[in-house]
Structure formats: C-alpha cells, structure tokens
C-alpha cells in the first residue's frame, strides 16, 4: 500500500517552454502532497505543500509564478515548471500524506528528473 | 546551525557488515523520527518511523532514538550490497492539524561490497 506515482519519469525541454509533472497517489486519498527539489548528491529541498482544494504555501525563495501547483483532487497533485530555463534542471519529487493526524507518514514518489536545454 | 546533522560520508563497509547512521538535531519540538532510504535517481523509500525513545526494529533494521541526547541512529545487521543507497535521517514536530513538514538531514552514502 501507500503508493505514489510520478508522471513522466523524466523529460527533456527546450528551455522557454512549460513542463507538467503529475503526482499521484494510487491507493489512499492524500490530503497534503509536497514537492521537493533535489540536486545531485544533496538533500531534498522542499518547494511548497499543497492540500487538496486549496492554494499551495510555497518555501521561501521559491517563485510562486514559475512552480505552478494545482492539487485539484485527493489523488492528484500536479506541479507546473512556467518558462523552463537551464537552471531549472533538477531531480522534482513528490510525497504525499495520508492525513494530518500524529501518525501522518508522507510516501515519496519516484521522481521526475527534469532536463532544460 | 543546521536543525539536522547528518555526516554524508561516503561510508563504505564489506558485505555482512553492521552499519550504523547517525543523527543529530538541535529542535526539542521534533517528535517524529523517519528513516528513509535513496537508490540513484529514485524516490525515498520510507524504512522507520518512530516517535518514542528507545528502539525499533524492522528485519535487519533498528532504529533508535534518545530524544535527550537528540541523536537518532539506524543499524543495518548483516549488510547486503543491495543496502547500498543513500540514507536519509527525517523528522517532524508534533500536533494535529495539517500534515506536518519534515525535516531532511543531508543524507549518508553507503556502500556495501561484495
């Protein structure tokens, strides 16, 4: 149980054009889904946490216009990348939560390595 | 100062091995105390959750946590090269409500050899 897809895998863009990741989880209802930024042989970086129906809280530093987030269902949290330019090139990975509760465990998706030409 | 210390290696040990990783935290708030593991280019794989003091084991897996020292550990017993990944120490504060941030530690590199 508690499985998290990512779509696509990995993607190649020219850089000016936008990329859509989804995030899905198959078998529960996540209402919070949070997407990480990582770098090779760094930590994960988190970008923002969206719960379902409402706006995402973005980390500071993390520009609001250009990471587009849309967690428009329990299951489906999609993450935006306006305007790509090379140094958006990153690994983007999302987890999602079960509930908010003490016992809450987010479960990571597999990741989405992004290339930015 | 870093709210989590994690040293990130690499830490290399022969197959069979007992591995241990190790961190620190400075927020007394953290309740909650993941361990996840990281192959190349794939998500966190969620090993340990633990949230009282003392042990937990899974497997060839224990964790431990001393919330007076701040200090977490995973021991990995009889080391496989398939444990060969990186580990990530991850931990949260308390309460209801929304689902709560975690906090990363850098993570460690492990090797395991044959």
């Known amino acids: 149980g508690a499985v998290v897809s990512q779509h696509p895998s990995w993607v190649i863009c020219k850089s000016g054009t936008s990329v859509k990741i989804e995030c899905r989880s198959l078998d529960f209802q996540a209402t919070t889904m949070f997407w990480y930024r990582q770098f090779p042989k760094q930590s994960l970086m988190l970008m923002a946490t969206s719960n379902e129906g409402s706006k995402a809280t973005y980390e500071q530093g993390v520009e609001k216009d250009k990471f587009l987030i849309n967690h428009a269902s329990l299951t489906l949290s999609t993450l935006t990348v306006t305007s790509a330019h090379p140094e958006d090139s990153s690994f983007y990975i999302c987890?999602?939560?079960?509930?908010?509760?003490?016992?809450?465990?987010?479960?990571f998706g597999p990741g989405t390595r992004l290339t930015v030409l | 100062q870093k709210e989590v210390e994690q040293d990130p290696g690499p830490l290399s040990v022969p197959e069979g091995a007992i591995v241990s990783l190790n961190c620190t935290y400075s927020n007394s708030a953290f309740q909650y105390f993941m361990w996840y593991r990281q192959y190349s280019r794939k998500g966190p794989e969620l090993l340990m959750y633990?949230?009282?003091?003392g042990n937990k084991e899974d497997g060839r897996f224990t964790a431990q946590v001393d919330k007076s020292s701040k200090y977490i550990s995973l021991f990995i017993r009889d080391s496989q090269p398939s444990d060969s990944a990186t580990y990530l120490c991850a931990m949260k504060v308390g309460g209801t409500g929304s689902a709560r941030q975690l906090t990363f530690g850098s993570g460690t590199q492990l090797t395991v050899l044959p």
């Open positions: 987890s999602a939560s079960t509930s908010g509760g003490y016992t809450d465990t987010q479960y």
């Open positions: 633990t949230y009282s003091s």
